[in-house]
């Protein structure tokens, strides 16, 4: 998966945190972005990083997101093919798949990781900003990110986990 495809899938989650970050520079007069253009490319480091993160961690936030039906999964395919290489020796169709969901569990990392962030971030500047009426609003903007970012992203990925032997299922059901 290569970088443009990286950012076209990093989707609303980095969307959300760049526009967060533009936010937080052009309220706060941070003393070392001095322009709006500044402002709008520093903006960008927030949600680069959290798509970095993705990238370096993929395999480890897809086991704790999606750990147990991913191997459930693949002890499934596992036990389908009896081969430990079951990847290279599936028909391309099935090695569609699987790329499918990785570039799929890409995109749902960044929302997951990006909802969490920007829900402490809203409490947090809620606080600074207006006191405890602030944390209220905070509060209820926070349940709003982690509904539509993070809760939604993390059942869909386990769903995609759990569909992962579905298509060796049907490719190996008639052998």
Do not use: C
């Not at 760049?18 to 001095?34: G, K, N």
């Not at 897809?62 to 002890?75: I, M, R, V, Y």
């Not at 798949?97 to 990785?102: L, N, S, W, Y």
């Amino acid at each position: 998966m290569g970088v443009k495809s990286q950012v076209k899938n990093g989707g609303w989650g980095a969307l959300g945190v760049y526009l967060y970050s533009l936010f937080a520079f052009l309220y706060w007069d941070v003393p070392l972005v001095s322009t709006d253009r500044l402002a709008l490319a520093v903006a960008t480091i927030p949600a680069l990083a959290v798509m970095f993160t993705v990238v370096v961690a993929n395999d480890w936030l897809n086991d704790f997101w999606a750990g147990g039906n991913l191997k459930q999964s693949t002890e499934t395919i596992a036990r389908i093919t009896g081969e430990s290489d079951f990847y290279d020796s599936a028909p391309q169709e099935v090695k569609d798949a699987v790329d499918e969901f990785d570039e799929l569990a890409y995109g749902h990392h960044v929302a997951i990781l990006s909802g969490i962030l920007l829900a402490g971030a809203v409490l947090v500047t809620g606080y600074v900003i207006t006191g405890v009426i602030g944390v209220v609003f905070g509060v209820a903007t926070a349940a709003v990110l982690l509904r539509t970012l993070s809760v939604r992203s993390y059942r869909e990925l386990n769903r995609l986990a759990n569909q992962m032997s579905v298509p060796y299922e049907e490719n190996y059901e008639n052998q």
